[in-house]
């Protein structure tokens, strides 16, 4: 039986006042053009909401406050033996102005 590592992350939904939404376009090798959420892994003794607003805030240059929990997700990558297990939060954009970061995406409300 193979071992997967476990790990635990987070996304954003990330929403303005005016219903738009805060979206990133891939523009690296791996799967560029396509649209994405925020997020990734929580970091040791990191809480999940402490998480989601360091990932929006590196990976877009906004702060956000994080308010539900609007889907779970899983995703296999059976090649590292790796299983995300992960939470989707709705979150409300604070203040800041979207920005291409070192992440290669450009990111929107749309």
């Not at 006042?17 to 690296?28: E, H, I, P, T, W």
């Not at 989601?52 to 997700?73: C, D, H, M, P, W």
């Not at 954009?93 to 929107?108: A, D, V």
Request: proline fraction near 1%; charge should be positive.
């Amino acid at each position: 039986m193979v071992q997967y590592e476990i790990r635990v992350g987070v996304g954003a939904i990330v929403k303005r006042s005016d219903g738009k939404l805060l979206l990133g376009k891939r523009n690296v090798v791996d799967n560029r053009g396509a649209w994405e959420l925020f997020g990734g892994l929580v970091g040791p003794n990191e809480t999940l909401e402490a998480a989601v607003i360091r990932q929006v805030r590196e990976e877009t240059g906004i702060e956000i406050k994080r308010l539900s929990i609007v889907a779970t997700y899983v995703r296999d990558f059976d090649r590292k033996h790796v299983k995300n297990v992960g939470l989707c939060y709705l979150c409300e954009y604070l203040s800041g102005e979207e920005h291409i970061t070192k992440f290669g995406r450009i990111n929107n409300f749309m």
